[in-house]
């Protein structure tokens, strides 16, 4: 898997955008960008993932570089239950016995 | 809802004892499953894969012998910590992938060991 490279923290106002950039230059042609978050003492969850065109889902909006080499995962409207680690990840899809490999992330704090 | 659970959530236990961890996919099947082990304030570390109806294997530095994997069916797998101590006290996590291509991997609330 490529190697990712995200901010080590961050903070955001309540009911702003959080921002949440990472690179990943060496990305191959063949590999997703994959988004997840883990909330203190919980399992990681699921947030998002792309290959090339940028992606919404209820959570989150994931927009991808034209080159690929870098993205950015967008919270509209952050609450405080946003605050999470969050993990960016490529790899290839479909690989389902391959694990995720998790970098430190980016610790995301979210106040009032 | 949750698609992974695991069980128990939390386990105290002596050293020297042994403990087994459940981790469950409901409502799909899962011939591939992850063990990851995170310790405060760090990222999750992969310890191993889990294979139904074979050998699991394991990543670099975690003894198999220590940690036990069976994947008994494809909707469980369960890891056994043998002859616990306190270093072996962590947050374990399981994960299955799910979806049309697998591409997606869900995971379960975790388990907190801590061994006295």
């Known amino acids: 898997d490529a190697k990712t490279t995200q901010p080590p923290s961050m903070d955001c106002a309540e009911g702003r955008a959080a921002n949440l950039p990472c690179n990943h230059s060496t990305i191959s042609g063949n590999e997703y960008v994959y988004w997840y978050r883990q909330i203190h003492s919980q399992g990681p969850q699921y947030i998002i993932h792309g290959l090339k065109n940028n992606e919404t889902n209820e959570m989150a909006s994931l927009i991808i570089t034209e080159d690929r080499k870098s993205s950015t995962l967008i919270l509209p409207h952050a609450t405080l239950r946003d605050t999470a680690v969050y993990y960016c990840i490529v790899r290839v899809a479909g690989q389902a016995g391959t694990a995720l490999i998790f970098g430190k992330g980016t610790t995301l704090s979210v106040s009032s | ?116």
């Not at chain 2, 975690?62 to 494809?74: M, P, Q, R």
């Not at chain 2, 890891?79 to 994960?95: G, M, N, Q, R």
Request: charged share 15%; aromatic share 10%; glycine share 6%.
């Open chain 2, 1 to 116: 809802g949750a698609v992974v659970s695991q069980h128990p959530s939390w386990v105290i236990c002596k050293s020297g004892t042994s403990v087994k961890i459940e981790c469950r996919s409901l409502d799909f099947q899962a011939t591939t499953m992850f063990w990851y082990r995170q310790f405060p304030k760090q990222s999750l570390m992969l310890m191993a894969t889990s294979n139904e109806g074979s050998k699991a294997t394991y990543e670099q530095g975690v003894e198999k012998d220590k940690f036990l994997i069976n994947h008994a069916s494809l909707t469980l797998s369960t890891l056994t910590v043998t002859s616990a101590h306190p270093e072996d006290s962590s947050f374990y996590i399981c994960s299955a992938p799910r979806g049309s291509l697998q591409e997606t991997q869900y995971f379960g609330p975790g388990t907190r060991l801590l061994v006295l």
